[in-house]
């Protein structure tokens, strides 16, 4: 694997739940639950059988081609069931997963490709006709849509081989997720398995089980999608996957599966609100909505509360961890303008351009930490004055470049970005459109429009 650039491993107080893997937790609930429902992708479903038999035969498939603890495989393509066990498989075979954008140029794809040192890499079958002039030192498996009949189905080993175990512990890299800022460049964010398993285990709060049916609408390469999604499968409950968003599809998915959980960002909401026929839908199995990925006015939010069954949970943090703000839109209707508290094992400051820490009600940058935090950036050479803030015991902050400030109960309001914004995947495109619009002239609509061209990236 490609060098790592850490910038610190002990985390002082920020601790994390004792440390699972989450493969060997699938396979749990494949013998547990056999025939449960996993994941459903358009026609195709797949139990937790068959989930855990498939990720055995991609994780013998890829050590068979000598994948190992420390290898890292690339994913790119649209969400299906094909996808999800491949990325299942080769974290069970000890690899690092760099699940790829695929909106991105070829030119971007391939130099992604060359950052992270993928050996092998799944490519959707469009892609694949794409990047016919990809290196010839990466190995390309073909990841059809269906299991189904495909050649994907086909390069796997047979269902009797079995992959061998591998030992992994909680700072092993996990996957890589690549997000740009302000100045386009792309750059990969090394989350470990610990990191993933704090995200995922803090889930059954939110009532990630058995029972909870969890409909993702955004592309599996998503930061915010992979937390929902491994919540929901720590959880053993049914995923229901969206290979492209609409929202018609969405709310027709939703009101079939009986969808109780779901993480979109505001962009989506106010597309799946405007449907003419919104209200038609049965909507009332939803337990949990999150939100996520850009600006979201007061005004709208309320709006969900009101005309969406189910409780509205607004996230506020960063891809490289270090800190998550929440919001329980429907206990605190007085704090809808805000992004709200800093969640239970957070710690959110915000401090001055000199580094000193302010009081509530004064404005500087926000910084955070938590047992949710990134090894480090990939191949990048970055002060570390610029990531991290230390307290004055010596606690490493994540620094999130956004300007804020906390009130006296401890809610954070985000006004404005200090430096170029770090944002992922596909929750990039169409932030803006919820931004609220005040009045001209105003200091709060300059505020505002500058927003609209320097997006944040909320986890």
Known sequence: ?????????????????????????????????????????????????????????????????????????????????????????????????????????????????????????????????????????????????????????????????????????ANDAFNIVYSSGASSLSQGIIQSHGMRWAQSKAGAEFGFNESAVTLCAMPIESNT??????????????????????????????????????????????????????????????????????????????????????????????????????LDAHNFPHKLHTVGKPAPGSDIRVVDKFGEEVAPGNVGEVVGRSAAMMTGYLNRSIQPSEVWWHDKVGRPFIRTGDIGQLDQDGFLTLIDRRRGAIVAGAAARDTAETTEKPATGSRRAKVHRRRKKQLWYQY
Request: charged share 15%; aromatic share 8%.
């Open 1 to 169: 694997m490609a060098t790592i650039l850490e910038f610190k491993k002990a985390h002082g107080s920020a601790t994390a739940p004792e440390f699972r893997s989450i493969p060997e937790i699938v396979h749990e609930h494949a013998t547990a639950r056999p025939g449960s429902t996993a994941i459903v992708c358009n026609d195709e479903a797949i139990d937790y059988a068959a989930l855990g038999a498939t990720m055995d035969r991609v994780a013998a498939s890829l050590q068979r081609a000598d994948v190992a603890k420390g290898s890292v495989v690339a994913i790119c393509g649209p969400s299906s069931i094909a996808y999800a066990t491949a990325f299942l498989g080769a974290l069970q075979a000890g690899a690092t997963v760099a699940p790829l954008p695929s909106h991105v140029s070829k030119e971007q794809l391939l130099a992604m490709l060359g950052d992270c040192a993928a050996t092998h890499l799944f490519l959707g079958s469009d892609l694949n006709r794409a990047l016919s002039a990809m290196p010839t030192d990466i190995k390309r498996i073909p990841l059809d849509t269906s299991l189904a009949n495909s050649a994907f189905n086909a390069w796997l080993t047979s269902a009797a081989s079995k992959a061998q175990h591998v030992n992994v512990g």
């Open 225 to 326: 999608t992979l937390v929902s999604f491994f919540a929901a499968l720590v959880g053993g409950g049914k995923i229901v996957l969206m290979p492209q968003f609409d929202a018609r599809r969405y709310l027709e998915l939703a009101q079939n599966h009986g969808a109780t959980h779901t993480m979109l960002p505001p962009a989506h909401y106010q597309r799946i609100m405007e449907m003419p026929d919104f209200a038609a839908y049965d909507l009332s199995a939803f337990r949990q909505k999150f939100t996520i990925s850009g600006p979201f006015s007061a005004a709208f939010k309320k709006q969900i509360v009101e005309r969406w069954p189910g409780r509205l949970v607004e996230y506020y943090g960063t891809t490289e961890g270090g800190g998550v703000c929440m």
